[in-house]
């Protein structure tokens, strides 16, 4: 048996999660209790339209609870940085409230922590559950790209993770406004382990992705990961360069040899993908352009309207004060 550590905090963000929270927050007790000599639970309530905010008041009166609640749905990663920047114990565990996270995994994580001297430990996904096979391949195509413009496999990667404060304090330190946990967690490199876990069904409520989102998530990852994308266009105009020069010396060659110049579909064709090149590369510009005009804004990631077990000024990272 592992020894069992202290000053841990479970990081959990919620968005109208009332039905699932409370047997949530008492199984996650239930498995921490095993591991820990003392710990806590960091809900995030990311702008809940239900009453989630006063169940995490109520779990907060009979379980080591403390709440932050976003003053509207800014989305689970920047929940996610919010919690993070508040919580201030040795190692953060985070985990969806939905419990497809299973909490019997938390002891092994911590074991394999201990054992190996690792700073963080990746919940890894054996499978992707019960997916439509359309998100499937989406997922997957995702998860080939990313990997192929930045080097970071995040195939079955998922935001179950144990981080110690290490880890925690080097996330931190990146101050980008577009959040990408996962990949985020992933760069800052560290001694790593890594524990596997079957995706359970969700047993209340549903997913609260919709289809737009993960696009733009995976779009936002995408972007604020790599740059290779701004060197297509490059790549086009040589291409295109190439493809000109063809046709300049075919041209000549007829006119010398006195053949009737036939090139009416030629310039058809290559107006028309030229045109579609030059576009998509604009485009491409634009994404990054929007990126930038994002960051340089710096807008905070998220605002607090309420807290729960929290004393304000006890807080140093908070980006509402960046
Ligand atoms: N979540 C959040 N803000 C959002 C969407 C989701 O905090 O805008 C939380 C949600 O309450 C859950 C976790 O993020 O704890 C994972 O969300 P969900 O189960 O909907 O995603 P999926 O499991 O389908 O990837
Ligand atoms: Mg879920």
Request: net charge positive.
């Amino acid at each position: 048996m592992a020894k069992r550590v202290d000053n841990v905090t479970v990081l959990l963000p919620a968005f109208n999660e009332e039905n699932g929270i409370e047997n949530a927050v008492s199984e996650i007790c239930n498995y921490l209790s095993q591991c820990c000599r003392k710990y806590e639970i960091c809900i995030v309530d990311d702008g809940s339209s239900d009453n989630t905010w006063e169940k995490i008041k109520y779990l907060s009166t009979i379980f080591p609870v403390r709440g932050i609640r976003l003053s509207r749905n800014f989305g689970k990663e920047s929940a996610l940085r919010a919690g993070l920047e508040y919580v201030k114990t040795d190692y953060v565990l985070i985990m969806d409230s939905d419990l497809q996270h299973p909490p019997h995994v938390i002891p092994e994580m911590f074991k394999m922590m201990s054992e190996i001297d690792a700073d963080v430990i990746d919940g890894i996904k054996e499978e992707r559950g019960n997916e439509s096979l359309i998100y499937k391949i989406l997922s997957l195509s995702f998860y080939k790209i990313f990997s192929k413009l930045t080097n970071i496999n995040l195939q079955h990667a998922s935001d179950f993770k144990l981080l110690n404060r290490k880890a925690i304090d080097a996330y931190l330190t990146m101050t980008e406004r577009t959040l990408f946990f996962r990949g985020m967690s992933a760069w800052i490199g560290f001694k790593r382990g890594y524990v596997r876990y079957k995706t359970h069904e969700r047993l209340v409520g549903s997913s609260k992705w919709s289809t737009s989102g993960l696009i733009n998530l995976a779009r936002n990852a995408i972007i604020s990961f790599s740059s290779s994308l701004l060197h297509v266009p490059t790549y086009i105009g040589l291409f295109f360069c190439l493809f000109a020069f063809v046709v300049i010396v075919e041209s000549v060659y007829k006119k010398f040899m006195n053949q009737s110049a036939e090139g009416f579909p030629t310039v058809i064709v290559m107006l028309g993908i030229l045109g579609g090149s030059i576009l998509i590369s604009l485009g491409i510009i634009g994404e990054y352009l929007a990126k930038i005009y994002e960051e340089v804004k710096r807008r905070p990631t998220y605002l607090i309207s309420e807290e729960i077990n929290y004393v304000k000024s006890k807080r140093k990272n908070n980006s509402n004060s960046r």
